[in-house]
């Protein structure tokens, strides 16, 4: 069987990882170690690296959660996440080429479900390992979800009202690019909101 160009990289980028595991490369990755695979959650999933393959859910991944997944164990350290002061996509040095794309697929793609969302937030956060947002962040609600163990985004929602429309505004933890290269933050938020609209129509 041919892999695909995509199963070609996360295959690549996983023979290059274990080549040369860094020393404490479960504590840099915020995962569990387990003989030569690491368990850790991505995407609301519970998720493990191993030199064959990397699965959500016990599901092989060779498309763009495979390469997600396989870029934040390459770019695996030890610092921490640093929540605030959140920042958005466009302030990251590079992600002008991402920005339009950024805003179509992680934004303008719940804006129709703000208000299933909002009826179903407890269980988004429940679902993507999130918090509640810090009080002070604007919006009619808002949630802090965590589709890699040290990147956050922070989601903000507006209701409709006679003037405007609903609207969705998706913030980073502040060194989130220490984590992820800018191209594959744009997908870590695209892919999130894909989760969101996944888990929110599960209840009628």
């Not at 479900?113 to 407890?122: G, L, P, Q, S, T």
Request: net charge negative.
């Amino acid at each position: 069987m041919v892999l695909d160009n995509y199963a070609k990289i996360v295959s690549k980028n996983l023979e290059t990882l274990y080549e040369n595991l860094p020393e404490g490369f479960e504590a840099a990755l915020d995962a569990k170690k387990v003989g030569k695979e690491y368990f850790f959650r991505a995407f609301g999933k519970n998720c493990h690296i191993s030199p064959h393959g990397i699965y959500l859910n016990e599901d092989k991944q060779t498309g763009v959660l495979g390469i997600l997944i396989s870029l934040y164990a390459l770019y695996a350290n030890h610092e921490h996440c640093v929540l605030e002061p959140f920042k958005a996509f466009k302030e990251f040095a590079d992600s002008m080429p991402y920005v339009g794309a950024f805003a179509t697929h992680t934004e303008q793609i719940l804006s129709p479900e703000v208000h299933k969302i909002k009826k179903f937030r407890d269980k988004v956060i429940d679902h993507l390992d999130g918090q509640d947002a810090p009080v002070e962040i604007p919006g009619d609600f808002s949630m802090v979800l965590y589709p890699f163990p040290k990147i956050a985004l922070c989601y903000i929602f507006y209701d409709a009202d006679e003037d405007f429309q609903a609207g969705v505004t998706c913030l980073f933890s502040s060194n989130a690019p220490c984590f992820m290269p800018v191209d594959g933050l744009a997908d870590v938020g695209e892919y999130t909101s894909k989760r969101i609209l996944e888990i929110v129509p599960q209840e009628k």
